[in-house]
T-cell receptor, first 113, second 108 residues
Framework: NAGVTQTPKFRILKIGQSMTLQCTQDMNHNYMYWYRQDPGMGLKLIYYSVGAGITDKGEVPNGYNVSRSTTEDFPLRLELAAPSQTSVYFC????????????FGSGTRLTVV | KNEVEQSPQNLTAQEGEFITINCSYSVGISALHWLQQHPGGGIVSLFMLSSGKKKHGRLIATINIQEKHSSLHITASHPRDSAVYICAVPRGTDKLIFGTGTRLQVFP
């Protein structure tokens, strides 16, 4: 089982560039999430989706956009990258939300210079 | 005050020791997650529990909903248990609130 596949693993962006972090799951999970993890801080929710065609903002959505056209895919778009977006990004999925187990991707380490 | 507090923040142990990591939370919940983040960065879900105790191998998680407290125990610790252990509580059905983690190092 692939679980949650996240690409790329590492990326360096220049200020003002844009990029898309890809996330795909093969477990037919309804819920998908994007988190960022800054040093010494807990995971912060950026955006989440409870099913195809439905997305909603989390705690720190500014500077990001998402779409969920299929159950499997939940890409995260960074527009006009800023140094404050330097972080480690994790995609995760769950069958039906917080009362079910979560499966995490391997993470993307993003540096904006 | 954070909604989810973990203690200790850092923990070192000798191989074979019994480890306890604590998680306290201020919100009313009916379930709690324990996660493990490996030194390489990957995150694995260990337990999701809503009452009593769960056991998987050398890992045991307990929760007391009334006291808003959970513990993660590791018996006969091993260097491969070295990781960051994170607890998380639901805020509704859509979102988890995460603690900042307990960094465990087990030395041979």
């Amino acid at each position: 089982n692939a679980g949650v596949t996240q690409t790329p693993k590492f990326r360096i962006l220049k200020i003002g560039q844009s990029m898309t972090l890809q996330c795909t799951q093969d477990m037919n999970h309804n819920y998908m999430y994007w988190y960022r993890q800054d040093p010494g801080m807990g995971l912060k929710l950026i955006y989440y989706s409870v099913g195809a065609g439905i997305t909603d903002k989390g705690e720190v959505p500014n500077g990001y956009n998402v779409s969920r056209s299929t159950t499997e895919d939940f890409p995260l778009r960074l527009e006009l990258a800023a140094p404050s977006q330097t972080s480690v990004y994790f995609c995760a999925s769950s069958y039906a939300g917080t009362y079910y187990g979560y499966t995490f991707g391997s993470g993307t380490r993003l540096t904006v210079v | 005050k954070n909604e989810v507090e973990q203690s200790p923040q850092n923990l070192t142990a000798q191989e074979g020791e019994f480890i306890t990591i604590n998680c306290s939370y201020s919100v009313g919940i009916s379930a709690l997650h324990w996660l493990q983040q490996h030194p390489g960065g990957g995150i694995v879900s260990l337990f999701m529990l809503s009452s009593g105790k769960k056991k998987h191998g050398r890992l045991i998680a307990t929760i007391n909903i009334q006291e808003k407290h959970s513990s993660l125990h590791i018996t006969a610790s091993h260097p491969r248990d070295s990781a960051v252990y994170i607890c998380a509580v639901p805020r509704g059905t859509d979102k988890l609130i995460f603690g900042t983690g307990t960094r465990l190092q087990v030395f041979p």
